[in-house]
């Protein structure tokens, strides 16, 4: 046996190593599990290293456009006053709505925990295995980050929720187009319900699922998607993405493509919601 | 012990030019495995278990920073990086055409497993990046074999030198 052994050594090493993996990965069943300590290990050791080129890139591109930008923020402040004072009113009047609906207290108290849940972060890094996933962003649990929360792209559109491997200074967003996340969605009139989920056959793309052919309800091409908070994971009432096609080809759902708002590609800030839906509702 | 700190410093640069290329375009890294290019270019240089061992670690590297199943990758890696050392001990690969019908073949193989592996786990199909990531292996292979030749070049002019 050990001359055996000896005469296949090469092979003999590269078995262990396979059967290594292949129980790493029967250890992950069911899929959706927590992350091994050793993956989460990998994790934090590396990211830094991606916390380092996101902060590098940003310096370069930083000292390129400030050059540039400085003859056109004149016209963008100009434009951000009248855009500020718009939205002072706007605020004002949503204020006297819901004044109409609770006590000066109550509405202090959700104004101020709205505006300390709101947590701005940067990504960092993008999923190495296939870029529609998921993303590395620069704020962990020491930023008050957890499991779940929902994630907004700058002009509040629905991005994904963080999910596990949250080290103190960064953390995972899984993405609205990673074709193993579920979001339930509804129409401008508040239907069709549905599930959307990334699609992985159309980078960038999700499909709306769970749409009977012989549903009543009309879903034209542009129609917005927003949340409905029914998953008890995303906020309600965020926007998502518009429809780009309803096709009634197959037997019973209606097969129903939908580009997502967020943009994986012009996006670099990016806003946690600290809160749940119980919290605001 | 400096050939590993070699491997561990090249990985560490591999996962920085990864994450470049991603933030410089998207499709980049799909087109350009640079975990895989390291892996192999170990393996030629340190030989089989050096490269299946090494092509473990690149793996796991990626597999920690992807959301799925972690090994996945590392798998895949590890057969390349066994592979690239057993076949580069017995034939010469130092032409040109045959450097770039031997990556290619070894990254159509890794690309294959990965393929295989990631369908049966998850019972879905693969992201295939508009069709992009079938030029992933010849594109690997071009950047593979002009890397080899350069190399090749620079060891002969400093070979000459001293």
């Known amino acids: 046996m050990p001359s055996f052994l000896k005469r296949n050594q090469n092979l003999v090493v590269l078995t262990l190593l396979l059967l290594f993996q292949m129980i790493l990965i029967s250890l992950q069943v069911p899929l959706g599990v927590e992350e091994s300590a050793f993956e989460k290990g990998l994790f934090a050791v590396l990211a830094p290293v991606q916390h380092g080129i996101a902060s590098g890139i940003r310096g370069l591109r930083g000292f390129w456009t400030n050059y540039f930008d400085l003859r056109r923020v004149q016209d963008i402040n100009r434009r951000l006053e009248t855009e500020a004072l718009r939205l002072r009113q706007e605020n004002r009047l949503l ?40 993303l590395t962003i ?26 596990g491997t949250v080290t103190f200074r960064e953390s995972r967003v899984q993405l609205v187009t990673d074709n193993q996340s579920g979001i339930s969605v509804s129409g401008p009139e508040g239907s069709p319900l549905g599930i959307l989920s990334g699609f992985a056959e159309r980078d960038g793309f999700c499909r709306l699922n769970y749409i009977l052919t012989t549903s009543s309800d009309e879903l034209a091409p542009g129609d917005t998607l927003t ?55 | 012990m400096r050939r590993i700190v070699e491997a561990g410093l090249a990985a560490v640069l591999a996962f920085a030019l990864y994450s470049l290329l991603m933030r410089i ?16 270019y170990f393996a030629v240089r ?12 690149c793996g796991m590297i990626q597999d920690a920073f992807s959301l799925g199943v972690f090994g996945v990758a590392g798998i895949a890696k590890t057969l390349t990086g066994y592979l690239a050392g057993a ?60 890397l080899f030749k350069f190399l090749v070049r620079w060891n002969t002019r400093r070979m000459g030198r001293s």
């Open chain 1, 138 to 163: 620069n704020k962990g649990s020491v930023d008050g980050v957890r499991r779940n929360m929902t994630v907004l792209s700058g002009d509040g559109n629905l991005v994904g929720r963080i999910i």
């Open chain 2, 46 to 57: 340190e030989g089989e278990i050096f490269g299946a061992v090494f092509g473990m670690a």
């Open chain 1, 227 to 281: 949340t409905t908070g029914f998953d008890g994971i995303y906020l309600p009432g965020i926007r998502v993405g518009y429809v780009v096609s309803v096709s009634t080809d197959s037997d019973l759902f209606k097969d129903i493509l939908v580009k997502p708002y967020f943009d994986l590609t012009k996006t670099d800030r990016l806003a946690i919601i600290g809160m749940e839906t119980s919290d605001i509702f």
């Open chain 1, 95 to 134: 204020k006297a709505a819901l004044d109409r609906f609770r006590s000066d207290e109550d509405l202090n108290r959700l104004f101020e925990e709205i505006g300390a849940a709101v947590i701005p972060c940067r990504i960092i890094g993008m999923d190495l295995g296939y870029p529609y996933k998921s």
């Open chain 2, 25 to 40: 375009s998207i499709t980049l890294p799909i087109l350009l495995n640079v975990f895989s290019l390291t892996v192999v």
């Open chain 2, 87 to 146: 076949v580069s001990r017995r034939i010469d690969i130092t032409p040109l055409s045959r450097n770039l019908v031997f990556h290619s073949l070894l990254f159509s193989m890794e690309l294959l497993v990965w393929m295989l592996l990631y369908g049966l786990i998850f019972r879905q199909p693969v992201s295939m990046g508009r069709g992009l990531i079938f030029f992933q292996p010849f594109m690997t292979a071009l950047a593979a074999s002009a």
